[in-house]
């Protein structure tokens, strides 16, 4: 899909940049930042994001779950709400807007990172993006364009030679890869231990639950149809 764009609103000034920060380097857009429910509901007429960073509680403004509400009537975005905390009367009212997510202040920038990447599963999967969405089994997705791994719409994360190694798996299609492609392949080459893709196999077996990969001895690895 095209650069995914985020509406931010948050009415805290040095909370909402250092959000946007975080969403710029992760190569992520910004369509705007916001700090009330008139001017998100403006903006999102103007410029239809692809998802919504909602603060559950602003000043001077209905708060966030009003403006969720009035967000699906217009168009259904993913939306991942922002607190500092929450108590059950508002956990009750917030799960009657389906979000995607939420994340509760303060955060980590991983944390934020996980939650878009799971939005923008959900929204891959809404579009049917097939081409990109490969269904390896047991649970387990890999999109190939943005190059993620999830575990029923749950982030894993990889290394870059985990990466390279499953997506050669998969692009075989359960044929048995040879050693030696496997390792010129991760390794571009280069001289490595005897030990080095076994272990590479080992991380990335316990990262799929030890139920995908299969050893073909004196020969290779496949993924198991």
Not at 20 to 26: Q, S
Not at 30 to 35: A, D, E, G
Not at 141 to 146: C, L, M, P, T
Not at 167 to 191: Q, R, T, Y
Request: contains cysteine.
């Amino acid at each position: 899909m095209d650069k995914i764009d985020i509406l931010i609103v948050e009415d805290e000034a040095i909370v909402a940049l250092e959000i946007k920060r975080a969403i710029l380097k992760m190569s992520f857009g910004v369509s705007n930042m916001v700090t009330n429910y008139t001017d998100a509901l403006t903006s999102i007429r103007e410029k239809t994001p692809n998802i919504v960073l909602l603060d559950i509680h602003l000043k001077n403004s209905k708060d966030g779950i009003e403006i969720a509400k009035a967000i699906k009537e217009i168009a259904d975005i993913p939306i991942v709400y922002l607190t500092a905390f929450f108590d059950d009367k508002t956990i009750e009212q917030a799960v009657q807007t389906n979000p995607i997510g939420y994340l509760v202040k303060p955060f980590k920038r991983e944390d934020l990172k996980s939650t878009l990447q799971l939005a923008i599963y959900k929204i891959n999967s809404t579009k049917c993006v097939e081409s990109s969405l490969n269904d390896i089994g047991q649970g387990y997705i890999y999109d190939s364009v943005n190059h993620n791994l999830f575990f029923k719409e749950h982030p894993i994360k990889l290394s870059h030679k985990e990466r390279l190694l499953l997506e050669m798996l998969i692009e075989e299609k359960g044929d048995i890869v040879p050693f030696s492609v496997l390792e010129n392949h991760v390794w571009e080459g280069n001289p490595i231990s005897d030990s080095a893709l076994r272990t590479l196999i080992y991380r990335l077996r316990g990262k799929l639950d030890y139920l995908l990969i299969e050893t073909v001895p004196s020969f290779g690895f496949r993924l198991i149809p």
